[in-house]
């Protein structure tokens, strides 16, 4: 069975840093991209991130919103992925999910080969309170 | 990436029809068939319910459907049901090789 377990979640003050992970069993971890989104308290999903599987290089994509700020990593090993948090802000306080990615092959969209993904499992969150 | 707009509410009978529709760009929807639908009950996890437009997993009733038309995707869920009561997000990729949210559309059964 797929689980994904976040972690590390809680209050922080403003300006400090935070570091989730998220702990993956029932599926070969490394053979995933993984993301993350959050979720303000009653508000929207926003996506933060996603790494590539090493086999895709194991490199990152980040939102606007938070490149340069959030780092998303993973130990392939440990089969766990991390979000470093820095300079948190009030405004990020929310849920924090990790959500196992789905690879559905390459396609060739308007000339350019992309690989094609969806989300699929996810994980049940963690809370971080950003607040003074 | 400016978020997908999608409608705020939607409500239906039970066992009506009922479409609502997440709209964005010719950089996401418009160009790329990496449209998903998850449905969110209060206090739960999203859950997957369409991938790559209209693709259902397994265990999804075949009540929900998607489409996309240019810039615009739709999710269909016929025969309305009282659990189908829920918030729903749609997602996309987009040419930055990021992905974005719409706003969410509130169903209620009425």
């Known amino acids: 069975e797929v689980q994904l377990v976040e972690s590390g979640g809680g209050l922080i003050e403003p300006g400090r840093s935070l570091r989730l992970s998220c702990s993956a069993s029932g599926f070969t971890f490394g053979d995933y991209p993984m993301t993350w989104v959050r979720q303000a308290p009653g508000k929207g999903l926003e996506w933060l991130g996603f790494?590539?599987?090493?086999?895709?290089?194991?490199?990152?994509e980040y939102a606007a919103s938070v490149k340069g700020t959030f780092t998303i990593s993973r130990d392939d090993s440990k089969s766990i992925a991390y979000l470093q948090m820095n300079s948190l802000k009030t405004e990020d306080t929310a849920v924090y999910y990790c959500?196992?990615?789905?690879?559905?092959?390459?396609?060739?969209?308007?000339?350019?080969?992309?690989?094609?993904?969806?989300?699929?499992?996810w994980g049940q969150g963690t809370l971080v309170t950003v607040s003074s | 990436q400016s978020a997908l707009t999608q409608d705020a509410s939607v409500s239906g009978s039970p066992g009506q029809s009922i479409t609502f529709s997440c709209t964005g760009t010719s950089s996401d929807i418009g160009t790329y068939n990496f449209v998903s639908w998850f449905q969110q009950h209060p206090g739960k996890v999203p859950k997957l319910l369409i991938y790559?437009?209209?693709n259902r997993p397994s265990g999804v009733p075949d009540r929900f459907s998607g489409s996309k038309s240019g810039n615009t995707a739709s999710l269909t869920i016929s025969g309305l049901q009282a659990e189908d009561e829920a918030d729903y997000f749609c997602?996309?990729?987009?040419?930055?090789?990021?992905?974005?949210f719409g706003g969410g559309t509130k169903v209620t059964v009425l």
């Open positions: 790559h437009v209209n």
């Open positions: 997602s996309s990729y987009t040419s930055s090789s990021t992905w974005v």
């Open positions: 959500i196992r990615i789905i690879s559905t092959g390459v396609r060739l969209v308007r000339g350019v080969l992309i690989r094609s993904y969806y989300f699929d499992y």
């Open positions: 790494i590539r599987s090493k086999i895709d290089g194991g490199t990152t």
